[in-house]
């Protein structure tokens, strides 16, 4: 039996909903984690750095669930590579036909396919990539539909040894790397990016009247690269970078993100 691997819970609902109407067969394990942001050295250091986004964004509502969240759970709640492991241990014992790793174009899921490559390219289990194109234009796998995911499958393509160790070793000169933010250019090629590079799309979405500080970040996540999109952890942390600097104003204490609002700060 097939075992279909994925990192958000989103497209996981999808490969299931596939799986329970009969388009594939197999189950779904998802990472629950995004790729394109954070250090990838050290699970514990990845974790802290969510819960801390995490925490900025919704302030005590968030009680114990980090972003991404909702993946399946390691033995240890305090490192994010546990799933990893968790899923190596997985494999060895239930020894699936094929693991299929679900990616599209997006540099999370970059990443992510180098990283699966990285963790499990050991284990005796057969790693075939299925790429997924984009739906009007935005690049990851949860946009498509469950008859749509299915299409896909016939396309999937077996990774030899060869791919397999030189994205492993790719995926270990990315996590070397100190940039905190990755994406993908438009010739589908990994790029590095500084964690400001979208400050302006915050900047548009607010004006010099009060608005809710949830609707700037929502603006921003609606006009970000469709082939890279952005968290409303990752926007929010940059709103209060942009409080904490001057070139924003909050009406009250800036946490959690939907209880207080924001206006551009008036020009020096």
Not at 59 to 69: L, N, R
């Amino acid at each position: 039996m097939d075992l279909h691997l994925v990192t958000s819970p989103s497209a996981a609902g999808g490969l299931q909903q596939a799986i329970k109407r009969r388009l594939i067969t197999g189950t779904v394990f998802c990472v629950g984690d995004s790729f394109d942001l954070g250090p990838l050295d050290d699970g514990h250091e990845r974790m802290r750095f969510w819960h801390a986004l995490q925490q900025e964004c919704y302030g005590e509502e968030i009680g114990q669930v980090w972003y991404p969240a909702f993946g399946e759970m390691g033995s240890d709640p305090d490192d994010s590579f546990a799933v990893w492991r968790a899923l190596r241990q997985r494999l060895e014992q239930d020894k699936p036909t094929r693991l299929l790793i679900w990616a599209s174009g997006s540099g999370s899921d970059y990443v992510f396919l180098r990283m699966a490559c990285h963790w499990l390219g050991g284990c005796q289990v057969p790693l075939v990539h299925v790429p997924v194109p984009p739906r009007d234009g935005y690049h990851a796998v949860a946009v498509h539909e469950a008859s749509g995911l299915a299409a896909f499958l016939p396309h999937a393509a077996a990774l030899s040894r060869m791919v397999v160790d030189d994205w492993a070793q790719e995926f270990q000169s990315i996590a070397a790397r100190p940039v905190q933010l990755r994406e993908c250019n438009d010739e589908g090629e990994l790029v590095f990016r500084d964690t400001s590079v979208h400050d302006q799309l915050l900047l548009d979405a607010c004006a010099r009247e009060w608005r809710v500080a949830v609707r700037v970040v929502g603006d921003a996540m609606g006009h970000c690269d469709p082939r890279n999109g952005l968290s409303d952890v990752f926007l929010s942390s940059r709103l209060q970078h942009l409080i904490a600097t001057g070139q924003v104003e909050a009406d009250s204490s800036p946490t959690p993100l939907r209880h207080f609002r924001v206006r551009l700060a008036p020009a020096s």
